[in-house]
């Protein structure tokens, strides 16, 4: 089958996304089954308001220089597609002579290109729909991991680690810092902060889950004990973890179009700020509170080198599985071994990737339910890449 490609990003950006998209351009430029690339300005809802840019024409310098720009150079979207759009989207398709469909993006993604995929089929029109995967958050099912979260886990390790040398060293005006990341309800991110730590004594101190329930008493007896030891306490805290009675600890109910818990900024407030305000009306400690929100999914210059190549063969490995005539999958990542690291690329079915959601699974997660284990840390260690050692003065004391 030959025709045209059109392409899409969703969802919130990844420092990596856009070397996918190069990924899948360049491949669609070299393939013999594909005569134009198209790209969807402002993902589906853009396209469905004729919002389209041929790619083809671009220079192959600008598409080359994607490998290395951070966020969604197409634009985004979080638009929930209708069962009523589906006959507009078709009639576009069809108008543009589309036969092949790479959306990249995370869980509501793939069910966008599933539902696409599917209707076209029912009504007979001949569509391969691949989907590439892409989450900060890395809870898609069916892939080892997903690009961007090496990226976003260094944001997040460094921040902890040069944030905790800031608090070690004000310890004498601030007992405790709260670093909150983003991920939703999986601990993913959250657990990306204990990557920098060489010594028990280095932040993170404390890595506070969405998977494990939070109760006040336990964070009270947590701090206190930190500070008991080292002088001062390092919290990580995932913006979905909630109470022992399952309310989020944000308090957040507001909710987005696909019905995702809107936390942080967006609800009005966060965990970490709740925290920050619970710790120092309850201990008499003066605290710092940390809220990147979206910095984590755009910051290139630490993006993970081995994040932006899988990021990238990701999409082209897309364009060969829809060459293959293989529709209603996505590329998955495999992990062939962690030591030495080696991965290989498979398919998922996007079914089963747009209804379910993986959570940091229990034998990554502490039996205090506050920090991570070691598996973690050889899982995760080989993505986010290697991390700076810093001096230590001896302070060796002068005799008066």
């Avoid at 360049?26 to 308001?49: D, P, T």
């Avoid at 080892?144 to 090496?150: C, I, L, S, V």
């Avoid at 930190?226 to 109910?253: Q, Y």
Wanted: glycine share 10%; charged share 20%.
């Amino acid at each position: 089958m030959t025709g045209n490609a059109l392409i899409g990003q969703s969802g919130g950006p990844t420092s990596v996304i856009n070397s996918s998209l190069c990924g899948v351009v360049q491949g669609c430029l070299a393939s013999s089954s594909v005569k134009k690339v198209y790209g969807m300005r402002w993902g589906i809802e853009g396209f469905l308001q004729r919002q389209i840019t041929d790619l083809g024409r671009e220079k192959p310098e600008v598409i080359q220089a994607l490998r290395r720009t951070p966020s969604s150079a197409l634009g985004s979207c979080r638009y929930k597609l209708k069962q009523e759009d589906l006959p507009a989207v078709l009639e576009l398709l069809k108008r543009l002579e589309v036969r092949f469909l790479f959306l990249i993006g995370g869980n509501d993604t793939m069910d966008t290109i599933n539902r696409i995929e599917q209707f076209a089929s029912g009504e007979g029109y001949e569509l391969v729909g691949v989907g590439v995967p892409k989450t900060v958050d890395n809870d898609l099912y069916g892939t080892d991991h997903t690009p961007g979260y090496g990226s976003a886990a260094r944001y997040v390790a460094l921040s902890v680690q040069q944030a905790g040398r800031l608090a070690q060293d004000m310890q004498k005006v601030d007992r405790f810092v709260i670093h909150q990341t983003v991920g939703r309800n999986a601990g993913w991110l959250a657990a990306a902060a204990a990557l920098g730590r060489r010594r028990e004594s280095e932040a993170p101190h404390l890595i506070y889950l969405p998977e494990r329930p939070l109760s006040r008493a336990k964070v009270l007896s947590d701090v206190e004990g930190c500070v008991a030891r080292h002088g001062w306490a390092s919290v990580v805290v995932g913006e979905g973890i909630v109470w022992e009675n399952g309310k989020p600890v944000s308090a957040s109910e507001a909710q987005d179009r696909f019905a995702n818990v809107e936390f942080g900024a967006m609800a009005g407030t966060s965990a970490a700020m709740v925290l920050h305000h619970l710790i120092a009306a309850e201990t008499d400690y003066r605290g710092e509170f940390q809220v990147t929100e979206s910095l984590p999914m755009a910051a290139i210059d630490r993006a993970s080198e081995v994040d932006l190549e899988e990021a990238y063969r990701c999409g082209r490995r897309a364009v060969e599985l829809a060459e293959q005539g293989q529709s209603g999958v996505m590329v998955s990542i495999r992990r062939e071994n962690s030591r030495p690291y080696e991965i290989s690329y498979g398919t998922v079915p996007l079914g089963e990737v747009a209804v379910r959601a993986k959570p940091l699974p229990d034998e990554f997660i502490a039996s205090s339910g506050s920090d991570v284990t070691a598996q973690f840390i050889e899982y995760a260690a080989p993505l986010a890449g290697e991390f700076p050692s810093y001096a230590e003065l001896s302070h060796l004391p002068v005799a008066m």
